[in-house]
């Protein structure tokens, strides 16, 4: 009788895996899919962080001198007029001026809060940038930072800029997680109504300069605008000499294709995928344009920001090279999850679905008046209807300046400032044009606001700008915060001026390749009279007095 043998089944083939570091293994493709924006919210954190540190670096240089203690226009003097027109009551004083400052003794510590805000702000964008992820309670940190700064820094924060900082931090905020500080949190995948939020600011932001500029200067619908931005901008930079030379055919049609991208391309952002891909890139490549085209502070590096939201994962994973390859692997896992519905949603999540769509309404409800202001005829730019700032009104260069003027501060020795035999000196600026030699600045994102205030100066007179008055007398003194403002004191080191003065002049481009242009002069200038007439510590110390400005401390060693 035959046996029966026991055979054992056959043993199935294991696939053999390629040892480390193979030269002849070719590594599985990543394929991240269309339709989630992990990988987004990464970019745009880290991007807001950037300009954030810029933004809070140019806080920590400046503030000080602008509106510190001994500023040109002291932030604590101004919390002192709050308070004497609206009384004590911290609630209306919040509401009037939003800032933490109430809460301390800024009276006698204005200048170490300033700077604790924009250390504490400066630190946390810094994190930011280099984890790539952050928290709603950490960047609502760096909004009311923010917001504090602003809200005091009174004619030097007054821009559309600042308020689409505010706006954009609020959003950003909620894009983040709620207490994680994990890149790829799997339970808080990023909002598609904050995602949204951000194409409505780009949407608001373009069509607002677009509408305003159809409806103010005739120059933007004769097509004769660009024959003069570049020239007339507040601060030129070294491309802008040669961008303004340019044939006038070339001008019309930038401003042709200025009118498309912010009258015409914004709807794109609404759209559906490809659509709305298509309008991001167009926004960012008008923006990069306008940054190469001038000193523009951060504003239009701020901008390319709601225009990231364009972009989903499978769009921006060419920025994750293969040393993100485990990030990436994350995100296709998390993709997989989301399309098996193998992710079991916690409480959490609909708490934050719920609040999601309350910020949606919320949202919504602010933008009402926008798009009011959006349809009138009387359209305003760069206006808030709420002081928190959430959603506001934007808008630029509604009207053109057609001829550039400069305000120049001179000092003297001379006893007599009428004496035609008296020498005066010129103070030279960071970024404005003064000498006519020297070579436009490149600065942006970086921004000095003394000199941009310099700039609406100019074509005003210093009847509205106590500021500029307060600047002539620090001169007077060679205040050393006033000095810090400035790239040169004429008498730097040795005795000030016994009289300042400013003078207003015409610039222009000189023109390639002339006489000028070949001796190394950038700008042609041409007097046009006195701004500021002559002033010394003696004959400025009673308006000094009814400012209530300390009278400067003469100081030989700046």
């Not at 504090?148 to 900082?165: A, D, P, T």
């Not at 904050?194 to 409806?215: E, N, S, T």
């Not at 998390?334 to 679905?353: A, D, H, M, N, V």
Request: glycine share 6%; proline share 6%; with cysteine.
């Amino acid at each position: 009788m035959l046996r029966r043998r026991n055979v054992a089944p056959p043993v199935e083939a294991q696939p053999e895996y390629p040892k480390e570091n193979d030269p002849e293994v070719v590594p599985p493709v990543v394929r991240v899919e269309n339709g989630s924006f992990w990988l987004t919210r990464i970019v745009m954190l880290r991007y807001v962080a950037f300009i954030f540190c810029v933004a809070f670096l140019v806080a920590l240089h400046q503030n000080r001198a602008l509106v510190g203690s001994n500023g040109l226009l002291p932030a604590n003097q101004f919390l002192d007029s709050i308070k004497h027109g609206h009384g004590d009551e911290t609630l209306t004083l919040l509401k009037v001026v939003p800032t933490i400052l109430w809460f301390f003794n800024y009276r006698d510590n204005i200048d170490v809060l300033l700077d604790g805000l924009a250390y504490v702000g400066l630190a946390l964008s810094a994190f930011v940038l280099v984890w790539g992820a952050g928290n709603i309670p950490m960047i609502l940190i760096i909004w009311v930072i923010y917001h504090s700064i602003v809200n005091v820094g009174q004619r030097w924060y007054s821009f559309g800029w600042e308020s689409q900082m505010l706006e954009t931090a609020f959003l950003t905020a909620f894009l983040c997680p709620l207490l994680s500080i994990e890149r790829l949190p799997k339970n808080s995948p990023p909002s598609f109504i904050v995602l949204f939020g951000y194409r409505w600011l780009i949407f608001r932001i373009m069509l607002g300069a677009g509408l305003i500029k159809i409806r103010g200067d005739k120059c933007w619908r004769d097509l004769t605008c660009m024959n003069y931005h570049y020239e007339t901008q507040p601060v030129p930079n070294p491309i802008s000499y040669y961008m303004h030379q340019e044939p006038e055919l070339f001008h019309k049609l930038e401003t042709s294709v200025n009118h498309f991208v912010e009258l015409l391309a914004p709807f794109l952002l609404l759209l559906p995928r490809p659509f709305c891909i298509i309008g991001g890139i167009i926004q960012i490549l008008f923006q990069v344009v306008l940054i190469i085209s001038g000193n523009l502070s951060f504003l239009n590096w701020l901008t390319i920001v709601p225009s990231i939201a364009c972009f989903d994962d499978r769009s921006l994973q060419w920025l994750f090279p293969s040393s993100f390859s485990d990030l990436k692997h994350r995100v296709i896992i998390l993709q997989q999850e989301t399309k098996s519905g193998g992710s079991i949603r916690s409480l959490g999540s609909y708490i934050r679905t719920v609040f999601n769509v309350s910020l949606g309404v919320l949202l919504a409800y602010l933008s009402i008046p926008i798009l009011k202001n959006l349809m009138s005829s009387r359209q305003v730019m760069n206006t808030s209807f709420d002081s928190l700032r959430i959603v506001n009104t934007y808008g630029a260069f509604g009207s053109i300046t057609k001829e550039r003027t400069e305000v120049i501060f001179q000092g003297t020795y001379a006893e007599n400032p009428h004496d035609p035999n008296a020498k005066w000196l010129e103070y030279e600026f960071k970024c404005k044009p003064g000498n006519v030699t020297r070579r436009p600045c490149l600065i942006s994102p970086y921004h000095y606001r003394l000199d941009w205030l310099m700039w609406f100066a100019a074509f005003q007179n210093y009847n509205h700008n106590s500021w500029l008055i307060h600047l002539g007398v620090k001169f007077l003194a060679n205040d050393q915060d006033a000095v810090s403002l400035i790239s040169h004191n004429p008498f730097e080191g040795r005795q000030p001026p016994r009289w300042i003065r400013a003078e207003h002049y015409r610039y222009i481009f000189s023109k390639m390749g002339s006489k000028h242009a070949q001796k190394g002069a950038w700008w042609k200038r041409r007097r046009i009279g006195n701004y500021l007439p002559p002033i010394s510590l003696d004959s400025i110390r009673d308006f000094v007095k009814k400012m209530n400005w300390p009278m400067p401390r003469v100081d030989v060693h700046t």
